[in-house]
């Protein structure tokens, strides 16, 4: 198996696992907690799952792993600068987002500004060619999301704050690239680490007491089981097998993920608009994976 399919199978399942995030959030906020409280919780709880789950590896084992290249910037820098960028700016604005828009909307906006970005960035940082094809592929697939999820209602403070998140989702995953770190639990441990220490000065800015219930708890190891221990599990080791911008794209198949989901568990039948959607988001990423490897 070669490493496109393989790294296309695991942006796959991150797309899957992410389809997850703008539902549960909403229902959390519903329940009384504040985008503050979303974003650090499920970072707090993922980290804690996955110290227990590899308590017995020893951390220099754990960062040999991740790292073999050697750097004039230390790996727990390059970790640090990854985290602040995947974890903080994803999860921070992502979550104001919701707040102020349809979650379909930010996902649109996310993604989109994610995939574009990471197509720009892996040209400046990596000096990767962006191929006409790419090209019209990263916009195929962004017009497929778009046809599929867009809402008429619209706030500029969504877009703003989903287009922040999208960008430094994408830059990230330029920058897993630049620094050559393999993905996998060790590097999704240490990014929740220090993602939770960045998240944690705005929840406790904002903290006010939280009546927690079973829903509550649910959803917050829900978000933390899902999208974030398993999705960027996934994204990171994508990123080990294929090019950011190709994983970007390939991410952008979200929506419908989430739309099969909603056909599945809650009768939703699909639109004529999904059926053009999901033409337009499959070609994109067939004519994103065609362009001559860059990575």
Sequence with gaps: MNNLIIGSIFALCAAALNASIGVISKLLMHSGLNPQDIAFLK??????????????????????FISSTPSKISVFAQIAICAFLGIFSLFFFETIAYNHGAAANVVVVLMASAAISALFF????????????SLIGTLLAVAGISIISWKGENSLLMLINASIAGTGYGLFSVLVKKFKLNGGLFLTKYLLLFGSVYLAVPFLINFHSINFNSDIILGLIGLAVLPTILGFFCTTKALSYMSAAKVQVTELSEPIFAALMAWVFIHEQPTLSFLYGAIFIIFGIFLMNKAPKSN
């Design 43 to 64: 970072t707090i709880i993922a980290f804690f799952f996955l110290s227990v789950f590899l308590f017995k590896v020893p951390v220099s084992q754990k960062i040999a």
């Design 122 to 133: 892996g040209r400046f940082i990596l000096k990767e060619s962006i191929y006409i094809h």
